[in-house]
């Protein structure tokens, strides 16, 4: 082992010691770039071997990848209470999602990433190849049964899911990644987000007595 290094091999942390050599990763990756940064210095970060972390990733290629994974998967898997109203459950899920994407850890891996793809277009190519970060959000089920019940005229429910995410904070997150203001106050944005979900259901509501 090496000398001064806390192992992290301990029985039943498995799930645990992954998601702190991720969280290591993405605070070293931000603070230094994914091409200057080295798994030694990921290994300090997380308190643990660099052995460690290459017997759960088989690269710093693989280890970046999985981050991005990781932050995709915590956007993906919030829920969409479908025993409110759909505007009380559609500000609830933006609301949560927008917790996400909107935070400074979030926002600091959005622009590392940019970075990086932009001068390493092989790197950008091999994420694509894996499909890293792609995954449906359940938002777009939402719609699509909320087109169904007849109460609304879904058509396209990826696209509408996306612009109704942009209306609802897409200004705030392209307004953090460009650095214009380190921060808006909460009730800025979930007021922004009511009014993009009042507005978004008003337009596709049905006529009374419209065909589904």
């Known amino acids: 082992m090496e000398a001064g290094v806390i192992p992290c091999e301990l029985p039943g942390e498995g799930a645990v010691q992954r998601d702190r050599i991720l969280s290591a990763a993405r605070d070293v990756f931000a603070a230094e770039g994914f091409h200057v940064a080295t798994m030694d210095a990921v290994a300090r970060r997380a308190g643990c071997s660099k052995k460690t972390i290459y017997k759960l990733f088989a ?61 390493s277009p092989a790197l950008l190519e091999a994420a694509e190849r894996r499909g890293v970060g792609t995954a449906r959000l359940s938002l ?63 337009g596709t509501r049905r006529p009374l007595g419209a065909a589904a």
């Open 140 to 202: 777009e089920a939402y719609l699509e049964e909320l087109g169904r019940g007849g109460g609304h005229e879904i058509l396209a429910a990826e696209d509408e899911a996306r612009m109704l995410m942009g209306a609802a904070f897409g200004a705030f997150h392209h307004e953090l990644l460009i650095g214009v203001v380190p921060a808006f106050p909460a009730a800025a944005v979930r007021e922004r987000i009511r009014r993009a979900v009042r507005v978004y259901l008003r």
């Open 59 to 119: 690269s710093k290629e693989d280890l970046f990848f999985a981050l991005l994974d990781r932050a995709k998967g915590e956007v993906c898997s919030v829920a969409i209470d479908r025993t409110k109203e759909p505007e009380a459950a559609l500000v609830e899920f933006m609301e949560k999602v927008a917790g996400h994407i909107l935070d400074p850890s979030a926002i600091a891996l959005t622009r590392m990433t940019l970075t990086e793809y932009t001068h």
